[in-house]
């Protein structure tokens, strides 16, 4: 996998860019300078050297970036930005954030805090994005869920869902069980230990699952 996040300008020639990675099975956050094509038929030519991130810290480090902005505001080194400033997107293109909002349901967010887990998990494939787990769910594929959060899940399962599947979801905590939809917003293309990485978003949750769900990342309902 290598999936670009975004960018920013770093100066008249050279953008910061940050990206997805995958390296045997675990997913990476790089943020690397590069240096903007001279011409139109001229590629970009990126740094040798990044920093790299475990997708498993990178709530942290944006917790301590958050810190840092506001120790810079409070002291007066910058600005607080305007609510209009451009945002990058996937694509790299920059857009206002009005903009941004008509592109559609946010992804699943990295930045939110994930609980690390380990329950078994079933999915099953929906054959329609508006049917219900109870209607139109195919066989099962089993694994097991090793991170969750407000915003989505990641799982490894027996077998492999493409991108953009809609599967229903069940798991059991305690006595609970959980009951949901969810979309696959990343997959891994090989398996690891016979299993492959699937980052889950959450579309729906009923009361019951919101229950579950709140219990596992000790949030109040």
């Not at 909002?101 to 998990?121: F, S």
Request: one cysteine or more.
């Amino acid at each position: 996998m290598n999936e670009d996040l975004g960018r920013i300008s770093r100066n008249e020639s050279e953008d910061i860019r940050v990206s997805l990675q995958e390296v045997e099975g675990e997913l990476y956050v790089e943020v690397r300078v590069s240096t903007r094509p001279a011409g139109q038929c001229q590629a970009v030519v990126p740094e040798q050297q990044a920093i790299v991130v475990p997708l498993t810290a990178l709530s942290a480090l944006c917790s301590v970036l958050v810190q840092s902005q506001d120790r810079v505001l409070r002291d007066g080194l910058t600005h607080a930005p305007s609510p209009a400033t451009e945002t990058p997107v996937e694509a790299g293109e920059p857009v206002t954030s009005r903009e941004a909002d008509r592109r559609g349901p946010r992804r699943y967010n990295l930045t939110e805090p994930r609980v690390p887990v380990r329950l078994p998990v079933e999915c099953y494939l929906l054959s329609a994005q508006d049917s219900s787990p109870a209607e139109s769910a195919t066989e099962k594929v089993e694994g097991e869920m090793k991170d969750v959060s407000s915003g989505g899940a990641q799982v490894w399962l027996a077998g492999h869902f493409p991108h953009a599947s809609r599967l229903a979801v069940v798991i059991r905590v305690g006595k609970r069980i959980f009951r949901g939809r969810a979309e696959v917003v990343g997959a891994a293309s090989q398996p690891k230990k016979g299993t492959y990485r699937h980052n889950l978003r959450w579309l729906t949750l009923n009361d019951q699952a919101k229950a579950a769900l709140s219990k596992l990342i000790g949030t109040p309902q």
